[in-house]
Every structure is written in structure tokens, then in C-alpha cells.
């Protein structure tokens, strides 16, 4: 039987005692377990879609984690692969995933070339239409094995981005960040002195704004690097430059709209979704490095409702407090953000957008009720008397 589709269950990083049975991976069998996962794969062609990551980031899903999916797959009569984007494919290996390692064969979800996908129209600002992968779409049932981590262009990444950016080829990968630039922020009629122009982009100091390199007379913004901050428009003239919601929010709305296009493909029985929320560095898996954990591990988290699970991890995550020291001096905290991770991106990168839009577009319900499966025990009551200090002996 599938559980009720908003169920979100849950299993602590935390142990309770020293037990490989307290522990995460062992955790997961149990998520799986709830998810009847054995009991819905038979004879299904499983894609398991996660971020490979690039050159040497090791913070990607361990293979102990992935190996433990493609086993209850296996055991139900599932025929699973994993799959990411060609290029995290073609160095997978280097990062310890192989079908060895992982028990399936690992394919590129677009083929090698990226030529292997299906067109869906479905317009978003500039983005005409979606190339979703071919062998997403060919698959009968998709687990989103996502991994948590902060994001420059969103603040967030989990269940909806790893789909969103993960199981659509390049061109629209790229179509896709470009809708930070389709609702015009610099207005040059408003600076007709080029000299100011350069004092504008000097006043950024995380690099986000440069000369448009096929217009000189214009300015870009990096969407990414921009924490909102507020100094450049200390500098323009009145009107001339907009640091607005919509230019941030143009990319996540982009993100619901392109899970929707791959959810789509498939029967709502047949998708399962799995955040592992730990090494959470500042940002995204692509960026082919690890750089310190900036949040506490949180645990893992399973549902058949991609809108619930991601509502239940950022809640989960909102109280955590940002590691500051392992935060790199590239970024400015901002105590103004709405999420510990929107305090390292800033407040316009809200992380709750995405989850609310898709909710918007049909794929779940921010309602949700969490199900611990191994809830935590403080055994530190057992100790509740003095110690006894080695000076006293
Ligand atoms: S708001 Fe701040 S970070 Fe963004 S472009 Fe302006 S100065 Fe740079």
C-alpha cells in the first residue's frame, strides 16, 4: 500500500547510542520501508535522478546511501539505474559511483551528447519550451534522490531543484537562468553618464554587476553573486538600476514550472522522493568542490509528495543556526533572511518560492505530517550525576 501521499517520514542525524542501527544509512532502510518502496517497483524501469557532482566535490550522496535505493529496487523486481546530467556522468567514477559501487548502471539522462530528449511547450518568460531528458521520460517510476545544500541563484537546493535543473538538457538549463533578465532592471535613459557607470559597478563588492557584454551601455547582473545588499543603488541615479523580488523570483517560479514538465511524465503513484540533509555546504553540487558544512546535519527525509518534503525540510532547517566560521568570506551573512540558507543568498532568494509554486501548479501540499521512524532518545539522563574531576582523586 502507498502511504497517504502528504506523510513525510523523517529520520534524526542524531544518535541516541553507538549503533550502526542509529545511524543514517540504516535510517534510510527504514524510510524505504514506509515508502512500500519494494512493493511498487516490480517490473518497473526505476530512474534514480541524483547530482553526481563534478571534479572533486565529495559531498555529493555517499554511494553507501545510493547503493541502499538501488537494493530495495532490486529486491522488488525494479530494473534501476541512476542518472544525472552527461557531464556529472562521464566523471562519476572519479567520486567513488560506479555500478559497482552503486549496483545499477549509471546513464546520462540526455545521452552522452545531450540528444536524447523530449520537447515539451509549455512557456515561462523566455523559455519557449522544456527539453526534458530522454531517459527520464522513458522511465516508468522516479526516485528523486536529492541532496540538501545551499544554491547562489535560489538559496536552496532539494527534491524540486535536483528535477527542475537536473533532468533538463543544457540549452535549457541555461534558458532557465536567464529569466533573472527578463524583466528589465537597468534603465540606461534614467544614467546618461557613462562615468557613473562604472562607479555602480564598483560599488558591488561581490562582483554581481558588470558591462553587458554585447552592449557596453548597458548593465548585467549576476544573479548568483548578488545578496541583495542594497549599496549599488546608494550609487545609480534615481531609477536607473532595480534590485527587485521578481528578478529572483523569475528563476525558482522557472524551477516549479520545469518539475511540473517532468512530473508530468509520470503516473503520481509512481514517483518517491528522498532529501538527504547533510555536508550541507553553501552551494550547489556543480560546482566541482566541497567547502565546509555551514548547517548542522539535519537526517533524512521520505514522501511521495515532492511539494511536502521539501516544505518539511526547510522547516525542519529553519531554526538551525549557520555554522559562521565555515562560512566562506565571500559571502556576507544577512541576518534579514527568511531561511539560513537565504541568510548566506539573501532574503529575495526565499527558499519557500519553488515549494510554493508548485504547490500552485498541483504536485502536493505544503500541509504535511511528519512520521519519525527512529525517534531520539537522550540517553543523557543516565549521567545526571556529578562527575568526578581528576583533580579530587
Ligand atoms: S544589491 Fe549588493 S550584491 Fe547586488 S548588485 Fe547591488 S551591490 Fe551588488
Not at 544554491?151 to 531543484?161: L, R, V
Not at 533578465?181 to 557613473?196: A, G, I, L
Request: hydrophobic share 40%.
Amino acid at each position: 500500500m502507498t502511504p497517504a501521499k502528504n506523510t513525510v517520514f523523517f529520520a534524526t542525524a542524531k544518535q541516541s547510542w553507538l549503533g550502526a542501527e542509529e545511524t543514517l544509512p540504516c535510517k534510510l532502510d527504514l524510510i524505504l520501508e514506509r515508502l512500500n518502496i519494494r512493493e511498487r517497483v516490480k517490473g518497473e524501469r526505476v530512474a534514480v535522478k541524483m547530482h553526481l557532482g563534478g571534479h572533486v566535490g565529495y559531498s555529493t550522496i555517499h554511494p553507501v546511501f545510493v547503493r541502499r535505493v538501488v537494493k530495495a529496487v532490486l529486491d522488488g523486481g525494479g530494473k534501476p539505474f541512476v542518472t544525472d546530467t552527461s557531464g556529472a556522468v562521464a566523471t562519476a567514477y572519479e567520486r567513488g559511483y560506479t555500478h559497482e559501487t552503486l549496483g545499477c548502471p549509471i546513464y546520462p539522462a540526455a545521452g552522452p551528447d545531450e540528444k536524447h530528449f523530449y520537447t515539451h511547450k509549455r512557456p515561462y518568460k523566455n523559455v519557449r519550451e522544456w527539453g526534458l531528458a530522454g531517459e527520464i521520460q522513458e522511465a516508468t517510476f522516479l526516485v528523486d534522490l536529492a541532496h540538501i545544500k545551499g544554491h547562489p541563484s535560489c538559496s536552496y537546493g532539494g527534491a524540486i531543484k535536483n528535477l527542475a535543473l537536473g533532468t533538463m538538457i543544457a540549452a535549457t538549463r541555461s534558458a532557465m537562468h536567464d529569466t533573472n533578465h527578463y524583466d528589465p532592471y537597468w534603465f540606461p535613459e534614467k544614467c546618461p553618464d557613462k562615468s557613473v557607470m562604472d562607479a555602480i559597478i564598483k560599488s558591488c563588492p561581490f562582483g554581481a554587476l558588470v558591462r553587458d557584454k554585447n552592449d557596453a551601455a548597458r548593465l548585467h547582473l549576476h544573479a548568483e553573486p548578488c545578496n541583495q545588499c542594497m549599496r549599488c543603488l546608494k550609487v545609480a541615479p534615481p531609477g536607473s538600476l532595480k534590485i527587485d523580488p521578481i528578478t529572483f523570483r523569475s528563476f525558482m517560479e522557472a524551477c516549479a514550472v520545469s518539475t511540473k514538465v517532468c512530473l508530468d511524465t509520470f503516473d503520481r503513484e509512481k514517483t518517491a522522493f528522498i532529501n538527504i540533509a547533510n555536508q550541507m555546504t553553501a552551494v550547489c553540487d556543480c560546482f566541482g568542490f566541497t567547502g565546509p558544512a555551514i548547517l548542522n546535519d539535519l537526517g533524512i527525509l521520505g514522501s511521495n509528495d515532492i511539494v511536502a518534503i521539501e516544505q518539511a525540510t526547510l522547516d525542519l532547517l529553519a531554526p538551525f543556526k549557520i555554522i559562521a566560521e565555515n562560512v566562506s568570506s565571500v559571502f556576507e551573512l544577512r541576518p534579514d533572511g527568511p531561511h539560513p540558507f537565504a541568510q548566506v543568498h539573501g532574503p529575495f532568494k526565499n527558499p519557500y518560492i519553488a515549494v510554493e509554486e508548485c504547490e500552485k501548479l498541483g504536485l502536493g501540499s505544503r500541509a504535511y505530517e511528519i512520521v519519525d521512524v527512529l525517534p531520539y532518545k537522550d540517553n543523557r539522563a543516565i549521567a545526571n550525576a556529578p562527575y568526578v574531576s581528576v583533580a579530587e582523586l
